[in-house]
């Protein structure tokens, strides 16, 4: 089945690295992504991953995904106050059959940021 | 500019009233659709549409229906609202079903039910 797990919180202090995990289960799954969720606002597309890649970077977003351990995480270098959102880590399971543009969602990470 | 609105952004109802979510985008979307979300859950499938006309149930969609008689709208109804649906109510919808075409979403519609 469809499962998607992530730890419910990370606190860094401002500067650091922050590095949110998340883990899948159906091995189908050919784009994973992650959101970004501000306080009182709805998600919002940070990046995504083809299955056939390692990494991806993107400014100070890194994502890194292993397939055989059905891996991913999500590293934000020099974190600042602005970044304190939740995070949710997402799959398509099956591209091409009945999961057809259905989103499943893991169940978030806070992520606060200290100054 | 093209947007997607959720109204209203916060409703309080009682138990075994009907209540419905109105959800409008502007992009000419194909796809839409209907997320709740908890805390410790993330955000599940409600109910989906691919087209006008078109509509589907997805991970939790007990209690609620949904109807699509045009491009633009998408509005969720529960049937008789019950404390277990109180949660914050999320629309999104997205040009096709490619895995690269992005779900944007709404603002959110936070709903209690007493």
């Known amino acids: 089945g469809e499962d998607v797990e992530q730890s419910l919180f990370l606190s860094v202090r401002e500067g650091d690295s922050s590095v949110i995990n998340c883990t899948y289960t159906?091995?189908?799954?050919?784009?994973l992504y992650w959101y970004k969720q501000e306080p009182g606002a709805g998600l919002q597309l940070l990046t995504y991953?083809?299955?056939?890649?390692d990494m991806k970077q993107d400014q100070r977003l890194t994502v890194l995904l292993n397939k055989k351990d059905k891996h991913l995480s999500l590293r934000i270098a020099d974190t600042q106050t602005g970044d304190s959102a939740i995070y949710f880590c997402?799959?398509?399971?099956?591209?091409?059959?009945?999961?057809?543009?259905?989103?499943?969602f893991g169940q978030g990470t806070i992520l606060t940021v200290h100054p | 500019d093209a947007e997607i609105t959720q109204s209203p952004r916060h409703k309080i109802t009682e138990t075994g009233r009907q209540v419905t979510l109105a959800c409008h985008q502007t992009?000419?979307?194909?796809?839409m659709f209907w997320y709740r979300q908890d805390l410790g859950h993330g955000l599940r499938l409600i109910h989906y549409?691919?087209?006008?006309?078109?509509?589907n149930k997805g991970e939790v969609s007990d209690g609620y229906s949904v109807s699509r008689s045009n491009t633009e709208d998408l509005p969720l109804t529960l049937e008789s609202a019950a404390s277990s649906q109180t949660s914050v109510y999320f629309c999104?919808?997205?040009?096709?079903?490619?895995?690269?075409?992005?779900?944007?979403f709404g603002p959110g519609t936070r709903l209690t039910v007493l």
């Open positions: 999104a919808s997205s040009r096709t079903s490619g895995a690269t075409d992005t779900q944007y």
């Open positions: 159906d091995s189908s799954s050919t784009y």
């Open positions: 991953i083809f299955s056939n890649m």
């Open positions: 997402a799959e398509i399971p099956d591209a091409g059959g009945t999961s057809y543009g259905k989103l499943t």
């Open positions: 992009w000419n979307h194909n796809n």
């Open positions: 549409s691919y087209g006008v006309h078109d509509t």
